[in-house]
């Protein structure tokens, strides 16, 4: 339970994926204009990946990794599919956008409205294929990994929100023209990574 | 002999490399960068910059699949449904980038470690999409490379720049070679963070914005 913990916070401010790995970027920044569609791509975002990395665990561990196959046959144990792993990865998260696009449509029109046109754009949202990548390289089980997959978008949940918010106080300040809009953002940005720099080596105390 | 014909009616309304299609691969480089103006490519622009030799890698890695790709969903744009058309850029791309990440391994194996995942995610690079939607399923195969050479290439040479400044301030190194002596260079380790990164990219939108005239709102 302290390990899930652990995990929880770790993947929220240590290694949050906007602050620490920069992955989302591009829907960050284009929905990070005002605070109400950020709230919005947020919750999106971390339904997506509560649900794909649990998914991706799965289809890593008992399909693609190196002797995943043997619980199909004993003589499957040296199949290895690391080579496709991007192409299940890539299509178990667009499929499974696509599959509750369709299901919202179905049976919430209004949370339809609200998150339709955010959900397409989830597809390419490098913070989903991300996580899904980065468990090769970390040995977690299932419940780490759904962990894992929870923090992480509430850790980007809380960047794109905080960031909207400063986006729509700017509003107020005299920025010089060029660096309106994009460049602003940018160093505000690095600036708020600095801050979550303080984190590193942040650990629970158990 | 019907194919020929059709082949040099089309020789003849455009020459293979027409001012047209010579502002296809210039435009990107400049006032219509995709990191710079259309806010593309973001995510590995920032990631990858820490060092110029894996940047070089990630900016050739890119090419190819933003080149090879337009190509190939440019010449079935017109098979491809449109419902499910984003499904099938994915599996295109995605297959682009397995072949790549399994190149990279076996002639750049130490490199290829350290980009780690930044390799897959050229998948979800917007610039790859972002240029599949917008041109190649639209426009004939050889325009369509011409547009992605010249938006990978306007690509490449931000994050190169962001790189060299990464890595010379940060380690005093080019390509690993030490520039700046240690004798009387500290090495800056803000360069070497994330953070640093973003601000550089900033720094520089604002001097070619400044330069192209171009403001939001």
């Known amino acids: 339970m302290e390990n899930l913990l652990n995990i929880f916070i770790k993947s ?48 890593y561990t008992y399909l693609v ?92 949940f809380l960047a794109v929100v905080s960031l909207a918010a400063i986006r729509e106080k700017m509003a107020y300040s005299d920025v010089p023209k060029p660096l309106r809009g994009l460049g602003i953002t940018f160093i505000i940005v690095g600036l708020m990574a600095l801050g979550f720099m303080s984190f590193a080596g942040f650990k629970l105390p158990f | 002999m019907s194919t020929e014909v059709i082949e040099k009616t089309v020789k003849e309304k455009e020459a293979l490399l027409s001012k047209k299609r010579k502002a296809l691969v210039t435009n990107p480089l400049d006032s219509d960068n995709p990191v710079t103006i259309q806010i593309l490519g973001i995510c590995s622009a920032l990631a990858v910059t820490i060092a110029m030799k894996g940047t070089l890698i990630m900016a050739f890695g890119l090419l190819f699949v933003v080149v090879m790709s337009n190509i190939v969903i440019s010449a079935m744009r017109n098979t491809i449904p449109n419902r499910i058309r984003i499904i099938v850029q994915l599996v295109v791309v995605a297959t682009l980038v397995a072949a790549l990440d399994q190149v990279l391994r ?43 050479l010249g938006n990978s290439l306007g690509y490449a040479w931000i994050i190169i720049v962001i790189a060299f400044i990464r890595e010379l301030f940060g380690a005093g190194k080019i390509f690993g070679f030490q520039v700046l002596s240690k004798d009387w260079y500290v090495a800056n380790g803000f360069f070497a963070t994330p953070a640093a990164a973003c601000i550089i990219l900033g720094l520089i939108i604002w001097g070619l914005r400044a330069r192209n005239g171009y403001s939001e709102d």
């Open chain 1, 12 to 59: 929220i401010f240590v290694d949050n994926m906007i602050f620490a790995y920069f992955l989302g970027m591009c829907s960050f920044l284009a929905v990070s204009k005002k605070y109400k569609t950020a709230v919005g791509l947020g919750a999106a975002v971390i339904f997506v990946l509560a649900v794909t990395v649990p998914l991706n665990w799965l289809a």
């Open chain 1, 65 to 156: 990794k190196e002797g995943a196959l043997t619980w199909l046959s004993p003589d499957l144990a040296g199949v290895d599919l690391e080579v496709i792993k991007f192409i299940i990865f890539i299509a178990i998260v667009a499929a499974f956008v696509q599959l509750i696009e369709m299901v919202v449509e179905k049976f919430s029109p209004s949370l339809y409205n609200a998150l339709g046109i955010f959900l397409p754009l989830i597809a390419v949202n490098c913070s989903i294929l991300g996580a899904a990548l980065f468990l090769p390289t970390r040995d977690y089980n299932l419940a780490e990994a759904t962990t894992f997959g929870i923090g992480s978008g509430v850790g980007w």
């Open chain 2, 106 to 148: 076996a002639y750049v194996y130490e490199q290829s470690k350290s980009l780690s995942v930044f390799v897959g995610l050229i998948i979800t690079n917007c610039i790859v999409m972002g240029r599949l939607e917008a041109y190649a399923m639209g426009n004939r195969p050889w325009d369509s490379a011409l547009d992605g």
